[in-house]
């Protein structure tokens, strides 16, 4: 439920309810009342929660917008922060974000993360995950050519709730990229969609773990009248959090998919 804007004030609530249709065959092994063993393990918990609750304000002319609560977040593709939209339970975040339009065809984006409510739900030890985190970003945008995001996304995770041997910021890391992807209109009918992608991520606020990894993407296809045929090629380098970490190979995809003309 969402309030209309009052002098540019609004309120946002979310209530959330997941449960089993049926007996509930499944375990999932960091809530102790589903951890039975010898059952399949998926990361669905049965909870009812106010999911997100968030305070929004937004400037008379719309250049500038701040939220403020529990929240989801989705940034580029959601390969680095997103809300797990696969999951029933989404992933959200005790955040403060701003927005920021200086002109036409440029946005800024900042948040900082408090704390990650996981998709295992709050009955879970992992559930809830302490954070210090920062993410940026600046778009440019020209309509029918290329959108161009560069970003910064800085991960420092403070969960205490550990098992022993592992320290509190295991996974914490930073993540520097560019992004530029279309589609460039060629007419009324045709189109290029692509996509070109450059991200180094490495560890971060005293990770005890090397971790170096380049992540590159490229996409690219053909649209005609709403119908894309695309090919999308992506590639990892050595992925190091422990010393026997071995490169994961470049792999190759095709998809057709109908979309709404844009």
Same mark, same amino acid.
């Given at each position: #439920?969402?309030?209309?804007?009052?002098?540019?004030?609004?309120?946002?609530?979310? #209530?959330?309810?997941?449960?089993?249709?049926?007996?509930?065959?499944?375990?999932?092994? !960091?809530?102790?009342? /589903?951890?039975?063993?010898?059952?399949?393990?998926?990361?669905?918990?049965? =909870?009812? !929660?106010?999911?997100?609750? +968030?305070?929004?304000?937004?400037?008379?002319?719309?250049?500038?917008? +701040?939220? =403020?609560?529990?929240?989801?977040?989705?940034?580029?593709?959601? /390969?680095?922060?997103?809300?797990?939209? &696969?999951?029933?339970?989404?992933?959200?975040?005790?955040?403060?974000?701003?927005?920021?339009?200086?002109?036409?065809?440029?946005?800024?984006?900042?948040?900082?993360?408090? $704390?990650?409510?996981?998709?295992?739900?709050?009955?879970?030890?992992?559930?809830?995950?302490?954070?210090? %985190?920062?993410?940026?970003? +600046?778009?440019?945008? /020209? %309509?029918?050519?290329?959108?161009?995001?560069?970003?910064?996304?800085?991960? $420092?995770?403070?969960?205490?709730?550990?098992?022993?041997?592992?320290?509190?910021?295991?996974?914490?890391?930073?993540?520097?990229?560019?992004?530029?992807?279309?589609?460039?209109?060629?007419?009324? %009918? &045709?189109?290029?969609?692509?996509?070109?992608?450059?991200?180094?991520?490495?560890?971060?606020?005293?990770?005890?773990? /090397?971790?170096?990894?380049?992540?590159?993407?490229?996409?690219?296809?053909?649209?005609?009248?709403?119908?894309?045929?695309?090919?999308?090629?992506? &590639? +990892?380098?050595? &992925?190091?959090?422990?010393?026997?970490?071995?490169?994961?190979?470049?792999?190759?995809?095709? %998809?057709?998919?109908?979309?709404?003309?844009?």
């Amino acid at each position: #439920y969402e309030t209309k804007p009052y002098r540019g004030a609004r309120l946002f609530a979310e #209530y959330e309810w997941v449960g089993p249709i049926g007996s509930a065959q499944y375990r999932i092994p !960091t809530v102790t009342a /589903r951890s039975a063993a010898g059952l399949p393990v998926i990361l669905d918990p049965q =909870v009812h !929660t106010l999911n997100q609750l +968030v305070g929004a304000y937004s400037t008379p002319t719309g250049n500038l917008t +701040v939220r =403020v609560g529990r929240q989801e977040l989705l940034l580029n593709d959601g /390969r680095f922060v997103s809300q797990s939209l &696969w999951r029933q339970h989404h992933q959200t975040f005790n955040a403060v974000t701003a927005t920021v339009r200086p002109r036409p065809g440029v946005t800024a984006f900042y948040a900082y993360l408090r $704390d990650m409510h996981r998709v295992v739900g709050g009955a879970a030890s992992d559930g809830r995950v302490p954070m210090n %985190s920062h993410l940026a970003n +600046v778009v440019y945008t /020209r %309509s029918g050519i290329a959108a161009v995001t560069a970003y910064a996304y800085l991960l $420092d995770n403070r969960d205490r709730r550990l098992p022993a041997g592992l320290t509190p910021f295991f996974n914490s890391t930073k993540t520097f990229g560019t992004r530029v992807e279309g589609p460039l209109r060629l007419n009324d %009918s &045709w189109s290029v969609p692509y996509t070109v992608e450059f991200a180094r991520q490495t560890d971060h606020a005293g990770n005890p773990y /090397r971790v170096g990894v380049n992540y590159g993407l490229v996409r690219l296809g053909a649209a005609y009248r709403g119908v894309n045929v695309e090919g999308v090629e992506y &590639w +990892v380098s050595a &992925w190091k959090r422990a010393p026997d970490a071995n490169p994961k190979a470049p792999s190759l995809r095709f %998809s057709l998919q109908k979309k709404e003309a844009q």
